[in-house]
């Protein structure tokens, strides 16, 4: 598990029944979000000069909280992420692009797992209510409807 793949569903963390082991409830609150740092501590917490984070929150690779003055804020995510953006830089030899790009996909990635999670629990609602479905039998007939006509 890493920033990019947070919830653990690179290819390791596959199972055959296609759930993750530590699976938590989708509405549970990730405690690790709730605290915020100044970008003096998230760039000590990341390893990386101050500068280095202004540059990655310009290029879009960060998307720090915005203070009520404009200051950013860092998540622990966030923290975690410029981490994962400077291994990737520093110990795999991808650039900047590469890693928004693969930033990108990721995000893409979460959102098509929470989109299929909500069909799901669409399809389930939807197999719960079909006792509650009435039967129409099939027919080939054609009902013809015409308005009345206005008397004047």
């Known amino acids: 598990m890493n920033a990019l793949d947070p919830e653990g569903f690179g290819a390791d963390a596959s199972r055959s029944d296609g759930e993750r082991p530590d699976a938590v ?6 405690r690790t979000d709730l605290q915020t740092f100044m970008i003096s501590a998230a760039a000590q917490l ?4 101050a500068q280095t984070l202004r540059t990655y929150d310009r290029l ?19 923290v975690d992420l410029l981490r994962e953006v400077q291994r990737l830089s520093q110990h795999e ?3 900047l692009a590469g890693i928004k790009r693969i930033i990108d996909l990721t995000n893409q990635v979460d959102a098509l797992r929470s989109r299929v999670r909500e069909l799901e629990a669409e399809v389930a609602a939807s197999k719960r209510r079909s006792g509650e479905m009435v039967r129409v ?11 009345r006509r206005r008397q004047r």
Not at 46 to 49: L, R, T, V
């Open 137 to 147: 039998p099939r027919t080939n007939a054609i009902v013809v409807w015409e308005p």
């Open 60 to 78: 879009g690779l960060v998307s720090p909280q915005r203070a009520s003055g404009g200051g950013r804020r860092y998540s622990s995510r966030d």
């Open 93 to 95: 030899g991808v650039n």
């Open 46 to 49: 990341a390893g990386m000069h």
């Open 25 to 30: 409830e989708p509405d549970a609150v990730d």
